[in-house]
């Protein structure tokens, strides 16, 4: 998402105010002008350019190309006069620097994130570190689907988390050591042709010898199918066939049962390893 840092805008667009202000005043050398302000004029007009340069660098990174290219003109006219540059001229250059920057920003328009939903913008963490690490193919449209909450898209959010449960459902499959007719590839598969397996997998625990390791294994795989179930129908199937929109509550429902998912997943195996096809040992018992 392309975040524009309106507040360093601001305080910039407030400083330089400050700084014309202030020439303005020193500018007309009246008795009072002469003592509001502590600085020697040099002091003042350095201050106000450093102002200006900042200025310049921020407009550039929030791409106000045009502001900032009138900036840039106001610097180098600092630069260039044959004389020292007085009050009088710092307070046409502030006014060109100001006038340029609030044109710019009036031809915007800018989206208001909520301060609730903040920390959802550009966010790689919104799961877990073991989330990130274990699923980094997934990270991209974590991220998304974030942005996509921020920005009041949710119906775009739901989209982007299925893709997140698809990282995982192929985890699961490779996982399982699953193999679909005519040795399709996991990745052209369906839902349904990966849950049909995954089922299968689920029931083939229970057949393994009686064990603590089974019963982790067990309670893994069959907590990790049932978080699928709980969105598949609401939210995978009618996302992508089209057949509804979603508002806010929906898009964080699904956020959270797809986060559930992942977490459960991470736990154990991530999109490069798996775990032995029968768990044995306490090692699997133990809490990851």
């Not at 400050?18 to 350095?46: F, N, Y």
């Not at 102002?51 to 106001?74: F, M, V």
């Amino acid at each position: 998402m392309n975040v524009f840092q309106s507040r360093y805008i601001g305080d910039y667009l407030l400083l330089l105010g400050r700084d014309l202000d202030t020439c303005v005043e020193r500018s007309e050398r009246t008795e009072v002008g002469q003592k509001l302000h502590d600085l020697t004029e040099d002091d003042l007009i350095k201050k106000a350019t450093k102002h200006l340069r900042t200025a310049s660098e921020l407009c550039a990174k929030a791409g106000l190309e045009s502001a900032e290219e009138q900036l840039g003109y106001s610097l180098m006219h600092l630069r260039w006069q044959t004389n020292k540059p007085d009050c009088s001229a710092m307070c046409a250059e502030l006014r060109h620097g100001i006038n340029a920057i609030l044109q710019d920003l009036n031809q915007r328009v800018f989206l208001e994130v909520k301060g609730e939903l903040r920390h959802y913008v550009d966010n790689d963490l919104l799961f877990s570190s073991k989330v990130r690490d274990a699923f980094p193919s997934a990270v991209p449209d974590i991220r998304e689907s974030g942005n996509c909450l921020a920005a009041d898209c949710n119906t775009a959010s739901v989209f982007h988390l299925m893709r997140v449960a698809e990282y995982g459902l192929r985890a699961l499959a490779h996982d399982r050591r699953i193999r679909l007719d005519k040795n399709k590839p996991i990745d052209l598969a369906t839902w349904e042709d990966l849950l049909v397996k995954l089922e299968d997998a689920e029931d083939a625990i229970r057949t393994f010898p009686r064990t603590a390791a089974r019963e982790a294994q067990f309670d893994f795989f069959h907590g990790a199918n049932m978080e699928v179930k709980r969105f598949k129908n609401k939210f995978r199937n009618r996302v992508m066939h089209t057949r509804e929109s979603y508002d806010r509550h929906d898009g964080m429902s699904a956020f959270d049962h797809v986060k559930a998912f992942m977490e459960i997943l991470s736990s154990r195996i991530s999109e490069r390893t798996r775990t032995p096809v029968i768990w044995k040992g306490s090692k699997w018992v133990e809490k990851n």
